[in-house]
T-cell receptor, first 113, second 110 residues
Framework: KAGVTQTPRYLIKTRGQQVTLSCSPI?????VSWYQQTPGQGLQFLFE???????NKGNFPGRFSGRQFSNSRSEMNVSTLELGDSALYLC????????????FGQGTRLTVV | GQNIDQPTEMTATEGAIVQINCTYQ??????LFWYQQHAGEAPTFLSY????GLEEKGRFSSFLSRSKGYSYLLLKELQMKDSASYLC???????????FGTGTRLTVIP
């Protein structure tokens, strides 16, 4: 069974640009959550999608958005990039909602210059 | 808000035992998770506690006291490959996300 796949693995963008990151969950998993990981802050929750609907959202500005498709694949978008958006973005999938074990992807390392 | 605290760094010797503590103050509680993350890799699930007590899984054990808002991860017979960050995370009712501590970077030395 394939794990959680995130693409791309590495990305360098310029301030002001926008970026789209992709996450394919484990087959059969319907819940996808996104986290931002920085050295000083640890993992911070961005949002969670289940059945193509955003179910929960963390404390991030509206520049951060996401969506989920009917096949459970998810994308997150960051517009008007800032230097502080440089981080590792992790996607986690779960079979269903309810704090079950989350399986993480390798992440996308975003660098904003 | 949610507050989860764990030490930033720890060092231990190969073959020894190390205990990584985690304290939490959250609006509700729906389980405590421990993850291991090697540098440049994805976090991997280690343990889940929802009731008080000790859960043992091979060389790793995790303990929970809900009344004290406290957990620890115990690693026995340390190996060099155990050098990694250990993340403590709490689930809260009504949300499917986890609230993470900043992680404890464990270095195992010969």
């Amino acid at each position: 069974k394939a794990g959680v796949t995130q693409t791309p693995r590495y990305l360098i963008k310029t301030r002001g640009q926008q970026v789209t990151l992709s996450c394919s969950p484990i087959s059969g998993h319907r819940s996808v959550s996104w986290y931002q990981q920085t050295p000083g802050q640890g993992l911070q929750f961005l949002f969670e999608y289940f059945s193509e609907t955003q179910r929960n959202k963390g404390n991030f500005p509206g520049r951060f958005s996401g969506r989920q498709f009917s096949n459970s694949r998810s994308e997150m978008n960051v517009s008007t990039l800032e230097l502080g958006d440089s981080a590792l973005y992790l996607c986690a999938s779960s079979p269903s909602r309810g704090n079950t074990e989350a399986f993480f992807g390798q992440g996308t390392r975003l660098t904003v210059v | 808000g949610q507050n989860i605290d764990q030490p930033t760094e720890m060092t231990a010797t190969e073959g020894a035992i190390v205990q990584i503590n985690c304290t939490y103050q959250t609006s509700g509680f729906n389980g405590l998770f421990w993850y291991q993350q090697h540098a440049g890799e994805a976090p991997t699930f280690l343990s889940y506690n929802v009731l008080d007590g000790l859960e043992e899984k091979g060389r790793f054990s995790s303990f929970l006291s809900r009344s004290k808002g406290y957990s620890y991860l115990l690693l026995k017979e340390l190996q060099m490959k155990d050098s990694a960050s250990y993340l403590c995370a709490v689930g809260v009712p009504g949300a499917n996300n986890l609230f993470f501590g900043t992680g404890t970077r464990l270095t195992v030395i010969p």
